[in-house]
């Protein structure tokens, strides 16, 4: 399968550590937002920074990529309608964040949803107890576990599916281990998932 999404979800604060670390709550319910599709970005090319803001940040994440129509489906079925699994970097604005109180502009932009354009099927990968790892420059910045997710992939797509209809090919951002910050200029920045790969992508200033 060709990843082409007819939109994509994220899940937000999923990590209890990484809504620590943002001073949020800890949710009671999945916090979902969307992504453009024009911030839908391969392997390789560059995320542009806006000039808009001045503190953008990584965000290392397992990516679920669906394989079947899924309407209001139980959490126990759930993995049954999942292609597969990749990686991919919720990069957000963190400044713009902060002064909206909301999320759709400061992880909108284009370039801010890279993806690493390879998934693994299922029926060679599980969620379990594999390490979700970013890497900026070579320096290892972020390190959890799909284990540590507050909600898990069954329960995000229960959730998300009682809302919206999920597609074929639609992309499923889980949420973030602690250790987020800021990316600049010439970084290269590296999202892994233990079992499915490595996402690199360089960062450039917009012209």
Same mark, same amino acid.
């Given at each position: 399968?060709?990843?082409?999404?007819?939109?994509?979800?994220?899940?937000?604060?999923?990590?209890?550590?990484?809504?620590?670390?943002?001073?949020?709550?800890?949710?009671?319910?999945?916090?979902?937002?969307?992504?453009?599709?024009?911030?839908?970005?391969?392997?390789?090319?560059?995320?542009?920074?806006?000039?808009?803001?001045?503190?953008?940040?990584?965000?290392?994440?397992?990516?679920?990529?669906?394989?079947?129509?899924?309407?209001?489906?139980?959490?126990?079925?759930?993995? #049954?309608?999942?292609?597969?699994?990749?990686? %991919?970097? /919720?990069?957000? *604005?963190?400044? !713009?964040? $902060?002064? #909206?109180?909301?999320?759709?502009?400061?992880? %909108?932009? /284009?370039?801010? *949803?890279?993806? !690493?354009? $390879?998934?693994?099927?299922?029926?060679?990968?599980?969620? %379990?107890?594999?390490?979700?790892?970013?890497?900026?420059?070579?320096?290892?910045?972020?390190?959890?576990?799909?284990?540590?997710?507050?909600?898990?992939?069954?329960?995000?797509?229960?959730?998300?599916?009682?809302?919206?209809?999920?597609?074929?090919?639609?992309?499923?951002?889980?949420?973030?281990?602690?250790?987020?910050?800021?990316?600049?200029?010439?970084?290269?920045?590296?999202?892994?998932?233990?079992?499915?790969?490595?996402?690199?992508?360089?960062?450039?200033?917009?012209?």
């Amino acid at each position: 399968m060709v990843l082409s999404p007819t939109k994509i979800v994220c899940i937000g604060l999923n990590y209890r550590l990484h809504a620590l670390e943002q001073g949020k709550p800890i949710p009671e319910e999945p916090v979902i937002f969307l992504k453009a599709l024009s911030a839908f970005h391969g392997e390789s090319s560059p995320i542009v920074l806006p000039e808009e803001s001045s503190e953008v940040h990584h965000e290392a994440e397992l990516v679920v990529v669906m394989g079947k129509r899924a309407k209001k489906v139980n959490a126990a079925e759930a993995l #049954d309608y999942v292609a597969g699994f990749t990686c %991919g970097n /919720d990069v957000t *604005a963190r400044d !713009l964040q $902060r002064k #909206d109180k909301r999320y759709t502009r400061a992880k %909108g932009f /284009d370039t801010f *949803a890279p993806v !690493l354009p $390879r998934f693994v099927p299922l029926s060679e990968w599980i969620p %379990g107890d594999q390490a979700v790892i970013c890497r900026v420059n070579g320096e290892e910045r972020q390190r959890g576990l799909v284990s540590d997710m507050i909600f898990s992939v069954g329960e995000c797509i229960e959730y998300i599916s009682s809302i919206m209809t999920l597609e074929p090919g639609d992309l499923i951002f889980t949420g973030t281990p602690s250790g987020v910050g800021p990316i600049h200029d010439q970084d290269v920045v590296e999202v892994e998932v233990e079992g499915i790969g490595v996402l690199r992508n360089p960062v450039q200033r917009s012209s």
